[in-house]
């Protein structure tokens, strides 16, 4: 049936254009994450003796046509060309310039038609006209005028199209593989998180998401995705960045050192489809590659002062779920970049969506903590009570933090102040802190059920 | 395609394999799926959360920022074997990466959401190079001659075609002519999800599709109801929410959910919504025209392609806007925990219709105490001229405060009674209050209390020395004391109010020496002071620098 139906196809674009034979097509598709495609073509293709050119119709709008390759048994490549000029009713009448077409008179009273044949002069602005020896504009006089043309010229097409010219060894039909890149194909994950709050485990999905922006559909493609990028888009890497306020929070806590049975090219994974797909032009797909129950997670609170922060109404912290990618804990799986929705079933059971948060690729045994949002019932205030010059360059700043609980269950928030850099030092404290980094402190307050907290610290600095 | 749509229009629909060979237009799925098309929603659930970078304000109906979770419930009868289930009629903000389908039994192969949808110009498009018929009406006798033929070009909206009597351009000639298309196309009217699915066995399952989908959004609006004396307020809410979606979702289990919730900006996936057959000529212009310059087009790579890409993104500014605003009864809305958001269920089902806005009721609460607070914030040592003070109505969410429950951010207005009935004095914008939080109500400048502020900059260190020390000053460094600053609170209202003054000190700096107490609010320096009915107090301070 599909093959039939493939043949079908075929002859309607025989009858249409392809100088030369193609038949049975086998397409593959390679798609890489950062908006990268290799598409790989093989057909049956007629090849006569000698001189002779294949055009390729079907091909990506966006094609990068310096990558294109066509391989084939006993043939030489003369050149290859990639035409864009299209096929409209204006070029084609440009090109008729110093041609002879057919124009046809309707009489608007009678119908009658009578044809004459007419010179193009030119086609500046209006279209001029040289019929026996008069010079004429084109319905100069507004009356139905049609032009009719022998044929098209030969470099114009409805699509974009890449041609080959080829010397072929000996005649026949023989399979021939063009492959090419292109943008406007690309793939990212989508993740579905149910979170039980009963018994803190997540139920996990992954989905990959095919785009396709490319103009040209890709029908019965075997379909390979790359979890990484081969060429680095605008000159390199992302940017440091330099202003220590602004960091993002990272996702990655932990990252993993297990191997997974996925298979790899250099240090790619690859995830092939399992069967035959067809991307069409603006399609999104998406096909599972992940389905795990039951992975242990955990829900915690998280509240990031920058240096110097105070706030004069308290501030929601950030709602934390945290879980492992690890094998015998966790996903068991190598995560490509992508977004984790996270759902939660209501009082009824219904699944809602309690908010999202983008990963990196995700090596197998990694622990990730994902921010979904604010807490609505959980804030912090910080304040800075009082600063003291104690010499030129020595500043004494006193902080406090008051945390707020409207939950009926009494709530751990991990409070981190940043901007410690230097000889920072932390003189006082109402709470025992550890220095995550030079650059960080943290507490882990609690925060008794429908209460309140605070927490107090003194730091020595030089700024 | 922006219309609103009413669902039900569909019946359930089954194409044969056979059928979509003879299509002229091959079916985008493998060749053996038959196509299988959802019922309609037996069961909706609406779950509209609020634009995320909002934290406080009422909803722009022209700008919807919020997103919905759309839970739809249908009636699929699948075969054996490979089907394509098709969801007609889902949400036209639908984030297709966030459709989750379940209750099908055996594995989905794969979801799509075809991005092309059927206009002229997608017919057209779908039949380059393919045979159809072109019709020529006369326009005297009125018969159609019908030629077959077959389309060249479709490029740039022109449409270039050939017939047995040679090469020809569509509509450029001035005689009526049309083109007519054989066959199906695949194409949907309005944005379709479709599902690839293998089943072993004939079966009739309910599915449930969910999806997030833009164009939604909510808010609290609350209006607070000053007593006579000014003392005490009634408090009401409205949940408002709206839908700027073309789809309506009729009788629908409707929740709302607040707090904040994290949502990671990611480019929409383009629809190509299609457009008119342009048919765009050669030049026309005639020896009666006026003169142009000659222009001359060079050649773009690919503008056309492009330029159709960028069109596709103006499909919500052709949308038309909100009209239908519905007020529902005064059944409250339900709370309940969703992790760390809380959740507001409307009691009913109701009918969530394409652009409209509804209101629910969210809370209704009477006598609540309010202290209205009068305050100033200035920075230290500077003069300032006269200028009103700032009013606030103060009061605790707590139940001692008949309040006590997490309160939505969004709008409040503030009204008061007048002659037996109210006018509306101010509004402003709330955030999320939690529970045992304090509500600051902003209810704008008053003209009637007055603050100025004036820096002694003759330093007379004699009138310095009768300002009373701040209790717990320790290092008092004479050398680094400023002048005195003056600063004079103008009541002219006939009752003593409760007044504010926050100072901004610069790095390191403190208030030393002054004449009223002196407190902290959130580090920084505070007098809270009494300004009697018509009076006048001056506050004096002194402050030391770093």
Redesign the interface.
């Given at each position: 049936?599909?093959v039939?139906?493939l043949s079908?196809?075929w002859v309607?674009?025989l009858?249409?254009?392809a100088p030369a034979m193609a038949a049975e097509r086998a397409l593959s598709v390679t798609i890489y994450a950062d908006d990268l495609a290799l598409v790989q073509d093989r057909r049956d293709i007629e090849i006569k003796g000698g001189r002779q050119r294949i055009e390729f119709q079907d091909v990506s709008?966006?094609i990068r046509p310096e990558t294109a390759s066509l391989t084939a048994a006993d043939i030489s490549i003369v050149e290859q060309n990639f035409d864009?000029?299209?096929?409209?009713?204006?070029k084609?009448?440009?090109k008729a310039v110093g041609h002879e077409v057919?124009i046809?008179r309707?009489n608007?009273?009678?119908?009658a038609e009578t044809r004459e044949a007419a010179l193009v002069l030119a086609?500046?602005?209006?279209?001029v006209l040289k019929i026996g020896q008069r010079i004429e504009?084109?319905?100069?006089d507004?009356?139905?005028?049609?032009?009719?043309?022998?044929?098209?010229p030969e470099n114009?097409?409805?699509?974009?199209t890449l041609s080959v010219t080829v010397i072929g060894g000996r005649a026949g039909t023989r399979p021939a593989t063009l492959s090419y890149l292109t943008p406007g194909l690309g793939w990212r994950a989508?993740y579905?998180a149910l979170?039980n709050?009963a018994d803190g485990k997540i139920d996990v999905?992954g989905?990959v998401?095919l785009?396709n922006?490319s103009?040209a559909?890709y029908?019965?493609a075997q379909t390979l995705l790359v979890a990484g990028s081969p060429t680095q888009v605008d000159g390199g890497a992302r940017q440091p960045n330099y202003y220590r306020g602004s960091q993002p929070r990272g996702t990655l806590q932990q990252a993993g050192t297990e191997s997974g049975s996925r298979e790899r090219l250099g240090d790619y994974y690859l995830y092939p489809l399992a069967?035959?797909?067809?991307i069409?032009?603006?399609?999104?797909?998406?096909?599972?590659f992940l389905d795990v129950h039951g992975v242990p997670a955990e829900?915690g609170y998280e509240f990031r002062n920058h240096w110097l922060g105070?706030?004069?109404?308290?501030q929601?912290a950030k709602?934390i779920y945290s879980f492992s990618t690890s094998a015998h804990a966790g996903l068991g799986d190598q995560l490509p970049a992508g977004?984790l929705?996270f759902y939660?079933r209501?009082?009824r059971g219904?699944?809602?969506?309690?908010?999202?948060?983008?990963i990196d690729h995700t090596p197998m045994g990694s622990t990730l903590s994902l921010?979904?949002?604010?807490?609505?019932?959980?804030?912090v205030?910080a304040?800075?009570?009082?600063?003291?010059?104690l010499s030129a360059f020595d500043?004494q700043s006193e902080m406090?933090y008051e945390l707020?609980n409207?939950?009926p269950r009494p709530v751990t928030v991990k409070l981190l102040q940043e901007g410690l850099w230097g000889d920072s030092r932390i003189t006082a404290e109402s709470q025992k802190s550890t220095r995550r980094s030079a650059d960080t402190a943290e507490w882990a307050v609690a925060v008794p059920a429908?209460g309140k907290a605070s927490l107090t610290a003194t730091f020595e600095t030089r700024y | 395609m922006r219309a609103a749509i009413k669902r039900g229009r569909h019946s359930m629909r089954l194409v044969t394999a056979s059928g979509f060979a003879l299509a002229w237009v091959l079916a985008a799925a493998p060749a053996e799926a038959a196509d299988i098309l959802a019922s309609i929603p037996s069961d909706l659930s609406v779950t509209v959360y609020r634009a995320p970078l909002r934290s406080s304000g009422s909803i722009t109906l022209d700008d919807l920022g919020g997103f919905a979770l759309v839970s739809e419930t249908r009636t699929v009868r699948l075969p054996a074997g490979v089907s394509r289930l098709r969801f007609e009629g889902v949400a036209d903000g639908i984030d297709p990466a966030s459709a989750i389908v379940t209750g099908l039994p055996d594995g989905v192969i794969e979801k799509n959401r075809e991005g092309k949808l059927l206009s002229p110009a997608a017919l057209i498009d779908a039949a380059l190079g393919k045979p159809v018929t072109l019709l020529r009406t006369d326009k005297k006798t009125g018969k159609s001659a019908r030629l077959a033929g077959t389309i060249r070009s479709d490029a740039e909206g022109g449409v270039v075609f050939e017939t047995s009597e040679g090469i020809e351009a569509l509509r450029c000639s001035g005689l009526p002519e049309t083109l007519s298309f054989s066959g199906v196309t695949d194409l949907a009217a309005t944005p379709t999800l479709s599902v690839l699915v293998r089943s072993a066995e004939p079966i009739t399952a309910a599915v449930t599709l969910s999806y997030l989908a833009r164009d939604f959004d909510w808010a609290a609006d609350y209006v607070a109801t000053l007593s006579a004396d000014g003392n005490t307020m009634d408090l009401g809410a409205w949940v408002t929410l709206a839908n700027g979606n073309g789809v309506g979702f009729p009788s629908a289990r409707t929740q709302v959910v607040a707090g904040r919730v994290n949502r990671e900006n990611r480019a929409v996936e383009p629809l190509d919504i299609g457009g008119p057959i342009l048919a765009q000529c050669w030049p026309r212009g005639s020896t009666s025209d006026p003169p142009q310059y000659l222009q001359i087009d060079l050649a773009s790579p690919l503008s056309a392609a492009r330029e159709k890409m960028a069109m596709t993104q103006t499909l919500a500014a052709a949308a038309p806007r909100l009209t239908e605003i519905t007020l529902t009864g005064r059944k409250k809305v339900e709370q309940e925990q969703l992790g760390d958001l809380k959740l507001y269920r409307v009691p009913d089902r109701t009918t969530v219709s394409s652009r409209q806005s509804k209101q629910v009721r969210l809370l209704d609460r009477s006598s609540i105490p309010i202290t209205p607070v009068y305050g100033a914030d200035l920075a230290a040592d500077e003069n300032a001229a006269s200028a009103p003070a700032h009013l606030l109505l103060r009061t605790m969410n707590d139940a001692s405060h008949h309040l006590g429950l997490p309160l939505p951010s969004g709008r409040v207005a503030v009204f008061a009674a007048r002659d037996g009935g109210t006018l509306l004095q101010h509004e402003s914008n709330v955030r999320d209050l939690a529970v045992d939080e304090e509500v600051e109500i902003d209810m704008g400048e008053s003209s009637d209390v007055r603050v100025a502020s004036q820096s002694d900059q003759t330093g007379d260190s004699a009138r310095a020395e009768t300002l009373p020390l701040v209790p717990g000053t320790l290092r008092l460094r004479p050398a680094n004391v400023g002048a005195v600053n003056r600063v004079d609170v103008s009541n002219a209202r006939a009752t003593e109010i409760h007044f504010e003054l926050r100072l901004r000190l610069p790095e390191g700096g403190r208030v030393v020496r002054a004449d009223h107490p002196l407190g902290t609010k959130n580090g920084r320096p505070i007098f809270r002071l009494s300004i009697p009915a018509n009076g006048t107090v001056t506050l004096r301070y002194q402050s030391q620098h770093g």
């Open positions: 049936m599909r039939q139906l079908i196809g309607f674009c009858l249409a254009h709008a966006q864009f000029d299209l096929l409209t009713p204006a084609l009448m440009e057919t046809v309707v608007p009273a009678t119908g086609t500046n602005g209006g279209v504009v084109l319905r100069d507004g009356l139905p005028v049609r032009v009719i043309f022998d044929k098209v114009l097409r409805a699509r974009p989508d579905v979170y709050e999905q989905w998401t785009t922006s103009g559909a029908d019965n069967e035959l797909t067809t069409a032009n603006l399609q999104t797909k998406q096909v599972s829900h105070t706030s004069e109404t308290p929601s709602s977004v929705r939660m209501d009082k219904d699944p809602q969506f309690i908010g999202e948060s983008r921010a979904t949002g604010d807490a609505f019932d959980v804030k205030r304040v800075v009570d009082k600063r003291t010059r500043w406090r707020t409207a939950l429908n | -």
